[in-house]
């Protein structure tokens, strides 16, 4: 094989070759084994031409196909003219190399494929990091197996006294390129990432805020769209959204919260890649409701669910409401008639999940069922009680006429007496405000958590405000 076949990784429009070895231990229950190698294909840009499928106990050792099967894929690149072999498995850089010199073409894994989709994908500078990041990290273990030219580079001058001894290897010097730019790429995210962190904390403490997840091409772009002014990208193809983007969603009743699109999940995430994209995801990790969203008439949609939930569990993204968002009912019917659709998925997700929301993001369906589940949520558990305040307060009295359920009405020479129904975000924001009163002649602070018990405290969670704001008061 030439050398030259792996100076690019990049898949651009070439005419691959995709390849599965389907083990015992595999998670063999997605129905066409292809198909998800096949979309990330098509997102990267590259022509499918050819397919391939072998079942093994276990992988060959040099080629990972077996002898028999990887003659038959040499013939298969050479009878559709590939110039591109793709494996849906993790290949070691032993297998990588052997598998190139045997079909003189170049090979990637699926975790490469998966780094050059994002790097096509890449738009701000914080995902550009990330990305170099993640293809360095992947690169930096395989030089010695996938480049050629690692040989020993003489010591000291080309001719003469010096040139004697076997010098530094070619391997010890890239690596230490590799390393030393990774040094450097992490010291530049490090500082993208502290202020992201701060703006993401102050956002939270100040706004409810929601995180759109699920499966990558679940229509979670499309559905941002259709809930705020956003204008986010919406594509029919896997990891179209790769960077974060926040707007305002109004619930109505002058009631809004911050809606965050993220990046899709999908299976057999390569580790290196959790670990680069984990600050892309500090707006789930922070937010305070999470929006799974699942497109209902996929086939794969019980493995897709499993998937987000796991990797949700994984970046610790477990304290706050999950509400299932079964999205593209509007698909179901036109599915049903061209005889792409077993049985009844929604009726099946509703039994198995009874408090999950349907939706169309493309229709408006069920958009308003699901802005009032977020409000009952941003709210809490809607109490009874008398509020106090001072007369002055007239920012608080208009708040408590236009946004809560105001039961009856009071004055005293100084105060107003407000018997109202109201949750626990409604007296957050209030606190966030600098708004002096009582909750049943408790102080507002203290009844908070009183009335309110915070199911879940965070470890090096900032003070909010009205934590500060009380403890300056207290000391004072």
């Not at 390129?177 to 102050?202: G, N, P, Y």
């Amino acid at each position: 094989m030439e050398d030259g076949l792996r100076t690019s990784l990049e898949v651009g429009e070439e005419r691959a070759v995709l390849v599965k070895v389907l083990l015992e231990e595999s998670d063999d229950r997605w129905g066409d084994p292809l198909e998800e190698l096949r979309a990330l294909t098509d997102t990267a840009g590259a022509k499918v031409v050819g397919e391939l499928l072998q079942k093994r106990n276990r992988p060959r050792g040099s080629t990972y196909l077996g002898k028999g099967k990887l003659e038959e894929l040499v013939a298969l690149v050479k009878m559709v003219e590939a110039g591109l072999v793709l494996f849906d498995n993790e290949l070691s850089p032993t297998q990588i190399r052997s598998i190139e010199e045997a079909t003189c073409c170049k090979v990637l894994d699926r975790s490469e494929l998966i780094l050059d989709i994002f790097a096509s994908r890449a738009q701000t500078r914080e995902s550009r990091l990330q990305v170099e990041i993640a293809q360095l990290q992947y690169t930096a273990p395989r030089l010695r197996a996938m480049w050629s030219h690692l040989g020993q580079v003489t010591g000291g001058a080309p001719i003469g006294v010096g040139t004697r001894g076997p010098g530094e290897q070619q391997l010890e010097i890239d690596r230490r390129l590799v390393h030393k730019r990774i040094a450097i790429l992490r010291e530049r995210l490090a500082e993208v990432q502290s202020r992201k962190a701060r703006e993401v904390s102050a956002r939270t403490l100040d706004h409810f805020t929601v995180g759109l997840v699920g499966y990558t091409n679940a229509g979670k772009s499309t559905l941002f769209n259709a809930l705020t002014d956003g204008g986010a990208y919406e594509a029919d193809k896997l990891f179209a959204t790769l960077g974060t983007r926040t707007e305002a969603w109004p619930l109505g009743g002058g009631t809004q919260v911050l809606l965050s699109d993220t990046v899709g999940f999908i299976s057999n995430l390569p580790h290196h890649l959790v670990a680069s994209f984990k600050s892309t995801l500090e707006e789930t990790i922070c937010a305070h409701v999470l929006l799974v969203v699942l497109d209902v008439g996929d086939r794969n949609a019980p493995e897709q669910f499993e998937t987000v939930r796991n990797v949700l569990d994984e970046i610790d993204a477990r304290s706050q409401p999950r509400v299932l968002v079964l999205n593209k009912v509007d698909t179901l019917t036109d599915m049903r008639q061209r005889g792409l659709l077993e049985g009844e998925p929604l009726e099946t997700w509703m039994e198995r999940i009874p408090d999950a929301i349907s939706v169309s993001a493309k229709t408006g369906e069920g958009l308003e069922v699901l802005a009032e589940r977020v409000v009952e949520l941003m709210r809490g558990p809607l109490l009874e009680l008398t509020l106090e305040t001072p007369m002055s307060d007239s920012r608080l009295v208009d708040y408590l006429e236009k946004r809560t359920d105001v039961l009856s009405r009071d004055w005293t020479e100084t105060t107003a007496v407000y018997g109202i129904r109201i949750g626990r975000r409604q007296v957050e924001q209030l606190l966030a405000r600098g708004s002096v009163f009582t909750l049943d002649g408790i102080p507002s602070g203290e009844a908070l958590d009183r009335l309110w018990p915070a199911p879940h405290v965070e470890k090096e969670r900032p003070v909010p405000p009205h934590r500060r704001a009380w403890s300056e008061d207290e000391t004072a």
